[in-house]
């Protein structure tokens, strides 16, 4: 079974630019998660989807950051303009169900503002 | 919100001696799970605990669910130079839909030969 995958791995951007990050969760999970891991610290959930439909963004910067998933497969994770707060490893998630069972990371995006 | 502490943040130890670490919560949580995460990889399940009171092992690992469902612990016996990485625990509480996970902040686990 093929897992989370995430691209671009690294990214380093200048604060006020625009960044993407994509998600492409296990086949046929219908949960999807985006995490923030800031260094020294462990991942805190931005946003939550059930197929293509927002559960929970009750984390999410919403001044700056916003997520899609269309068509209720893969996702795309925006932060428009960026700050130097926002390095950190964006990790996504997907699980069948919504609950714990089956629940896969991604390896993350890197990111760097400088 | 959701907090969890855990401890130690970091350890130092020579292979083959027995680790242990553990956290707690000001919230009750339904599910109890130990992660562990290496450099740039997201973090991978060790062990997971549903039901107040458990014990449970996976291989050296052993956790434990607190009886008041708001702390665990992890231990790690006869540690080996790949245990090195970071620990999670990470609490779960699931309704509806919606259920995420709450991770405590990590114990650095280095294994000298």
């Known amino acids: 079974e093929a897992g989370v995958a995430q691209s671009p791995r690294y990214k380093i951007i200048e604060k006020r630019q625009s960044v993407a990050f994509w998600c492409n969760p296990i086949?046929?999970?219908?949960?999807l998660y985006w995490y923030q891991q800031i260094l020294g610290q462990g991942p805190k959930l931005l946003i939550q989807?059930?197929?293509?439909?927002?559960?929970?963004d009750s984390q999410l910067p919403k001044d700056r950051f916003s997520a899609e998933r269309l068509k209720g497969v893969d996702s795309t994770l925006k932060i428009q303009p960026a700050k130097l707060e926002d390095s950190a490893v964006y990790l996504c998630?997907?699980?069948?169900?919504?609950?714990?069972?089956?629940?896969?990371f991604g390896s993350g995006t890197r990111l760097t503002v400088v | 919100g959701q907090q969890l502490n855990q401890s130690p943040q970091s350890m130092f130890i020579q292979e083959g001696e027995d680790v242990s670490m553990n956290c707690t919560s000001s919230?009750?949580?339904?599910?109890w799970l130990w992660y562990k995460q290496d450099p740039g990889e997201g973090p991978v399940l060790l062990i997971a605990?549903?039901?107040?009171?458990e014990l449970t092992s996976n291989g050296r690992l052993t956790a434990q669910f607190g009886i008041t469902r708001k702390d665990s612990f992890l231990n790690i016996s006869a540690s080996i130079p790949s245990d090195v990485g970071i620990y999670f625990c990470?609490?779960?509480?699931?309704?509806?839909?919606?259920?995420?996970?709450?991770f405590g902040k990590g114990t650095k686990l280095s294994v000298k030969p």
């Open positions: 998630a997907s699980s069948p169900r919504g609950d714990f069972f089956g629940y896969t």
């Open positions: 086949s046929g999970h219908a949960t």
């Open positions: 989807f059930q197929n293509n439909g927002v559960v929970d």
């Open positions: 919230s009750i949580f339904n599910t």
């Open positions: 605990l549903y039901k107040a009171g």
């Open positions: 990470a609490g779960f509480n699931y309704g509806g839909s919606q259920g995420n996970l709450i």
